[in-house]
């Protein structure tokens, strides 16, 4: 017999997330995908200085910042036909190098490890067998039995005195749970230090952001932090040679004990390899120029399109067949809501039909989500860490091949493997791996630059509006940590006319389109199996394994459309 069952909220992410799946012996048949608040910020852009733009994109989330100043600044930039000095070039390559490698690690240990690790089994180990498992798969300096020891102490008073917060409601002791006591302390101990290893690695983002979140030193036409190796008050040797220092420590933590930590949970839950596949068809916009011709050929990350897990048949990526539908979503299209808009021509006019709270559950044959269902050719498409594996692999990337092919291989598994919830995980380390990596060799060239006395950071040539044309359009775009992030504006007489953004959590948590087609999110989860519908974990492995924020993707208003609070931008 049938069981429809909610998880909502959808914990361990930002925003608000409804799963509803309907269960039949034991495995997920059906699923729906449905954020739970509205956004609206596209509207609150209209009319303003497109080149003020970023300041308010950094509000889309309170994590992921920087992400949308990129995509919005190249937004502009692509409309104005603006090129950027190489030295800009690097310093966002490395902010936003490092962005995706912090929120790698904060997902895998903080949003998702817990799916996988049972905390309360931590406080049976023996913590001399726990060090001998992690010194059997990493040389970190810290893995010794007193080390491990001292963790389980600090586990053990903190269970004792009762107040467990975040950990009070999770599923421990769940049947699905498979790691020995030893693995899970040594999950928990790394869950712990990458607490402290995450705040000092931020830093980065401090010295050439001037804070976070929300830096400050983005600019349209490049960066405004100075670069000087003779000043105190700019980017100088010093504060190269602590980022440097930062670098070297995040790339440490990553090679030893990120990936390390990955392939040993994996080796408990290798069925995973055939759980969440999802729709197959993955879009990347690339990313991360190695020089400044401003071609897509430049980019560190290609862009592509990958059809039905075909790694033999990597396709183009034309922004243009972009479309959003708002048929299953709380929003309204002048001329009827059945018909795709490609952003340009998009509209966030807010529509809500469904339920008053509290209910149980949502009216699924009509509408059901703020967020709207992205497609590609009229395709659902997954975009994310995994897209980015896949793209590049079918592309032939030597890095990402490599290290594929090196985390698969220690798990005893082929390239078929990407495509699940375990692959989707695997690809988030990877993809860290490879980024960490690289943003060393970004601030190697960024300090060669200086050497040679190239300090350019700002293109002021189109600074002035007086020079813009009086309609024009452009097209932003940057890999994000949860995946494709994209802005679109439209300028006319020097101000904004439209804006639209299609982020990430929207692709991947978009519900039906009119074709009846499944977003990522829901199509993952059929065929799932569930051990208990009261303790649904295996709903939550595969959706974390998206890593959702939903923030980006919708809030400001409540269900009858009231004004919560009022912001008056001076």
């Not at 896949?390 to 030597?398: P, S």
């Not at 060799?441 to 044309?469: C, F, Y």
Request: hydrophobic share 40%; charged share 20%.
């Amino acid at each position: 017999m049938a069981k429809r069952i909610a998880v909502d909220p959808v914990t361990r992410i930002e925003g608000h997330l409804r799963i509803e799946a309907q269960i039949e012996n034991g495995i997920i048949k059906n699923a729906w995908s449905s954020s739970t608040a509205f956004r609206g910020i596209e509207t609150i852009l209209k009319g303003r200085d497109p080149r003020d733009a970023h300041h308010f994109t950094q509000r889309f989330c309170g994590v992921c910042t920087t992400v949308h100043s990129m995509a919005s600044i190249r937004a502009v930039e692509d409309a104005l036909g603006i090129r950027i000095p190489d030295n800009a070039r690097l310093i966002r390559n490395i902010i936003m190098g490092i962005q995706n490698v912090q929120d790698h690690v904060i997902h895998f240990y903080h949003l998702h490890a817990l799916d996988w690790v049972d905390i309360t089994s931590a406080l049976k180990a023996d913590p001399k067998k726990t060090a001998q498992l992690a010194q059997s798969i990493s040389n970190y300096e810290k893995s010794s039995a007193t080390y491990f020891k001292g963790i389980q102490d600090r586990v053990k008073a903190f269970v004792g005195t009762g107040r467990l917060g975040p950990f009070a409601n999770a599923y421990w002791g769940h049947s699905a749970y498979r790691l020995p006591p030893e693995a899970n302390l040594m999950a928990v101990a790394h869950y712990l230090e990458a607490l402290e290893w995450q705040k000092d690695i931020i830093r980065i983002h401090a010295i050439l952001g001037s804070k976070n979140p929300h830096p400050q030193t983005f600019l349209v036409g490049g960066m405004s932090i100075p670069v000087d190796p003779d000043s105190q008050n700019a980017l100088n040797a010093d504060k190269i040679a602590l980022i440097g220092k930062l670098l070297k420590k995040a790339r440490l933590f990553v090679e030893q004990v990120l990936i390390p930590d990955v392939l040993a949970i994996a080796s408990f839950y290798k069925d995973w390899a055939a759980i969440g596949g999802g729709v197959g068809n993955f879009l990347a916009y690339g990313d991360f120029p190695m020089d400044n011709s401003g071609s897509v050929d430049s980019f560190y990350l290609p862009r592509g399109v990958v059809m039905g897990k075909d790694l033999a048949n990597l396709m183009p990526m034309d922004e243009k067949k972009i479309t959003e539908y708002v048929t299953r979503s709380w929003y309204s299209y002048e001329g009827g809501d059945h018909k795709g808009r490609h952003p340009y021509e998009g509209e966030t006019t807010p529509n809500y039909t469904g339920p008053m709270p509290p209910y149980d559950f949502l009216d699924v044959e009509g509408k059901y989500s703020w967020v709207k269902s992205p497609r590609y050719l009229d395709q659902p498409m997954e975009v994310g860490p995994l897209a980015r594996a896949v793209v590049a692999y079918a592309a032939g990337h030597k890095e990402m091949t490599e290290a594929v092919d090196f985390v698969l291989g220690k798990l005893g598994l082929g390239p078929e493997a990407l495509f699940s919830t375990l692959g989707r995980t695997a690809a988030r380390a990877i993809d860290s791996l490879l980024l960490v990596r690289k943003t060393e060799l970004w601030l190697n060239q960024l300090t060669d630059n200086m050497g040679r006395g190239i300090l350019e950071v700002h293109n002021a040539e189109k600074w002035d509006p007086s020079t813009w044309p009086k309609e024009a359009m452009g097209f932003g775009y940057h890999e994000a940590p949860r995946g494709a992030l994209g802005h679109w504006i439209r300028i006319e007489n020097g101000a904004i006319k439209n804006f639209q953004a299609v982020v990430p959590s929207t692709w991947n948590a978009g519900p039906r389109d009119p074709m009846g087609q499944m977003g990522p999110y829901e199509s993952a989860l059929i065929g799932t199996p569930v051990a208990d519908e009261k303790m649904p974990l295996e709903i939550l492995r595969t959706i974390h394994s998206f890593d959702p924020c939903l923030a980006c993707a919708v809030h400001v208003l409540d269900a009858k459309g009231t004004e919560i609070i009022r912001v008056k931008a001076l």
